[in-house]
């Protein structure tokens, strides 16, 4: 379901392609100006995230968090979906003696996550929407940041679901839209940023915890993070516009992935980027977006 009901589908009809390209276009320019994790920190009340040390104890917290939810020290069989350059995959290899596999479905990303590839640590090129036709079982699967692109997410819920074994974990980290938000309020504001980032649709908190029922896992925890998330956006907004005054068509093209031919395609892609940051901002401060962490068990 799109946000507001607003058509987006040329996303869902197309997602592997836009995915292709865009994180080819964009993605060495998030970690040059984010970082290698495309998720938030979480941050406590009294922290403010002004210092690089701040965000590197906040990211510390949250993948500590993270891990801990997915006891991923007892896992044999972790799964990451949507893993984008492979920096939370390492972190749990690096805390576990079970083997840790890392998918997504744009080469770009996985070009920079094989870097990371250890013993107990693979990636490969697969789709979100097949978990199941992995063939192989899994007692932890984590998801962060990028359910928003997958075409149906019930049908992913339901393929990760089967591809878990009883009593194993998944720990979804999703970008959802607020429950019984306005069409126009909608357009306004998600409409613009989906189209920056090739999203097809936005999921409400109440329509995971269905799919969730109806793949047959148990809902353990769920949380609305945005207030912790908050320093993330302000910080996005910041490193947006530091971007926008060193920008110049030369240093963007320098930063465009050469194995895939996206050229004037992709310079474009960055400069929508400017807008993104924009919207994403406007849509978390208005409480539109609702970045929700669900933690569910297979029963
Ligand atoms: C915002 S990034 C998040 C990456 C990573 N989870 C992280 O937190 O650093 C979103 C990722 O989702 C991947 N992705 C989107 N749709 C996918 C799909 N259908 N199957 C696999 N990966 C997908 C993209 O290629 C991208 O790497």
Redesign the pocket.
Known sequence: MTAGGEGLDEFRDR??ET?ERM?AAV?ALYAEHWG????FALFDDSEDGGSDAAWEAAFARTHARYAEALRVADASNVL??????G??AEYLAARTTGRVLG????RA?LAAAERRRRPNLGFLR????HVAALGARFDAVA????EC???DKAA?VAGIAEAMRPGARFLLVAWCRRERLGKAQARMVLCPLMHAWGIAGLETASAYRRHFRRAGLRLVEEADLNAQAQPNWERGYRRALEALRGFSPVSAARLLWNGLPVGADGIRLIEDQFAAALYIKAAFDAGFLRYTYFLAERG
């Open positions: 997602y592997e995915m994180f993605g290698e994790f495309f998720h990451e979906v949507a893993c984008g350059r920096a939370f998918i997504d479905i744009a990303q697969h789709d979100a929407m998801c962060l940041d990028a692109y997958f075409p992913a």
